[in-house]
């Protein structure tokens, strides 16, 4: 005691009650005392050694044992760190317990603790009123997934959030590990919900990420036209995906993409197949986690049978799946799809859903009324409510014609019809009157082909409102017109008619047939 050297030498020491005592102190800065207070932080401390002379060069040595502190507020916690401890009057350095597991926690953050190893080494230095602490090689081990770590964070001693200056090289893993890293209180609940229900299976390669800024100005995001305050940008490469989108549609399988999380929001572009249907190209992305809504917009090609097949798996089922189960499709075909799924409006969000397909020569029939079409072409658009094409080019009987089909609301003209479906083409007599009973008495008396307009309407599932009668809801017709230029009738006058005189004729059928009524009429001559 009093002369120029000192030390101490201690076999052990339980260094809880000193940072007990130096929480008291009026020296240190308020917030970092209530953070003291608050976390209580301590640790064992065996083989301790310091030595050194008074006013000059000093050493310390310890092991570290169990070193911990609790979660506060935003910030983390940590149990179980230990390591060797060196230093002298410049600086400390932390040499990391390889064969000892460190819990990380982070209730608000990522909600689970992760067990992980620690192998390197870390230095830290006095800067300013604060510590510096940095590593050039930090190994990180934890359940499914591992990291090189390269960097350091800056403490100003001022009771606010570090700079953070870090980069990683990430070990391939099974993408559902990432569940466990969501910052969720920085992500809406209905995002969180989201990204654990989507992400079903596969591989995440050759992962990176870079983060430098204050964490005071998390997260980096432009505000007001300013550039951010600082950078995170994670990137990896995805292989062999499932992702689960949207409950109402199938999950995507065999996804190869490369996905960037940069500020706060995240972007993935690549190729995939959902349903049986290849998607060619795809990009998806939500802008910013804190209230963007996430957006899908893909490109396909495929055949129609296929594409046929992802719409009875798509919400479309729900309102149109028994006219979706009529139809047949075959042949080459090209689709786009986009899909804006708010994830911070609550339960009733809703998905808005648009695209485009367009038929290039394609197979079409419709089962109800044995239809058959051949070279189909045109374009087809739906939406979350339904579906229409107009106008498509289509042969029917070898005979050139036009197809329309609109299902749901914004798509059917009349909107107390769930589908209408309109066909202009030459139809022979035959085999117009074969499809109704009603007018197999006309056909010794009728030959020939004419160009014939069909057009069917069925009503939409609001025919069960309980402000609609039964019978007027659910009357479903077909409508036929022609100039019948191409069919005669061999019929007393005044019906008889030859091939070539046109007479504008009606036909109004209440389906199914056999049940209501059949009206016709045949110019000014006779109606029925």
Request: charged letters at 25%; a negative charge.
């Amino acid at each position: 005691a009093g002369g120029k050297r000192y030390g101490l030498r201690a076999e052990r020491i339980d260094a809880g009650p000193l940072f007990a005592v130096v929480a008291l102190s009026d020296l240190l800065d308020p917030g970092l005392r209530r953070w003291l207070a608050s976390a209580k932080p301590g640790a064992v401390l065996e083989q301790v050694r310091v030595g050194g002379l008074r006013g000059g060069a000093m050493s310390v040595r310890a092991a570290v044992r169990a070193l911990q502190f609790a979660p506060v507020g935003n910030s983390p916690g940590i149990t179980g760190l230990s390591g060797e401890l060196r230093g002298d009057g410049d600086g400390l350095a932390f040499n990391f317990d390889a064969a000892s597991k460190m819990r990380f926690d982070w209730p608000r953050g990522f909600g689970v603790a992760h067990a992980v190893g620690l192998r390197g080494e870390a230095i830290g230095w006095r800067e300013g009123d604060g510590w510096r602490v940095e590593t050039h090689a930090l190994r990180i081990d934890g359940e499914g997934y591992g990291a090189d770590v390269r960097g350091g964070m800056w403490f100003e001693g001022d009771g606010t959030a570090p700079r953070v200056d870090v980069a990683a090289d990430l070990d391939d893993a099974t993408a559902p590990v990432a569940k466990h890293f969501w910052i969720r209180h920085m992500m809406s609940p209905a995002l969180v919900d989201w990204l654990d229900t989507a992400l079903v299976a596969g591989q995440v390669r050759d992962g990176r990420a870079v983060i430098a800024g204050d964490l005071d100005d998390w997260p980096f995001k432009s505000a007001a036209g300013a550039p951010p305050k600082g950078v995170f940008d994670a990137r990896a490469t995805l292989q062999d995906m499932r992702v689960k989108f949207h409950d109402d549609w199938p999950a995507t399988a065999d996804m190869d993409a490369d996905i960037a999380f940069i500020g706060n929001g995240f972007s993935v572009g690549g190729k995939a197949v959902l349903a049986d249907v290849g998607i060619r190209e795809f990009d998806a992305g939500i802008a910013d986690f804190a209230g963007s809504a996430l957006t899908i917009n893909a490109r396909a090609d495929a055949d129609a049978a296929k594409l046929l097949g992802l719409m009875r798996q798509s919400p479309l089922r729900k309102d149109h799946g028994d006219i979706l189960a009529t139809l047949g499709a075959s042949g080459p075909a090209a689709v786009d799809f986009s899909l804006d799924l708010p994830l911070n409006a609550g339960p009733a969000q809703t998905a808005r859903i648009d695209g485009n397909i367009d038929l290039r020569g394609v197979r079409l029939s419709e089962s109800q009324w044995k239809l058959a079409f051949s070279g189909v072409n045109g374009r087809a658009s739906y939406n979350q409510d339904g579906f229409s094409a107009n106008g498509l080019r289509a042969q029917y009987d070898r005979q050139e014609g036009l197809l329309s089909l609109r299902a749901g609301p914004g798509h059917v003209r009349d909107k107390g019809q769930g589908f209408e479906a309109e066909l202009e083409a030459s139809m022979t007599t035959d085999d117009l009157l074969d499809r109704s009973s009603d007018l197999a008495w006309l056909k010794p008396y009728v030959q020939g082909r004419s160009r014939w307009s069909a057009g069917i309407a069925i009503p939409s599932a609001a025919r069960s409102s309980p402000k609609r009668t039964p019978a007027a809801a659910q009357v479903t017709r077909l409508q036929l017109r022609s100039d019948l230029i191409g069919t005669a009738f061999d019929l007393p006058a005044p019906m008889d008619k030859t091939s070539g005189i046109a007479l504008p004729t009606t036909i109004d059928l209440q389906l199914p047939l056999g049940t209501g009524e059949v009206a016709i009429a045949f110019g000014q001559r006779f109606a029925l």
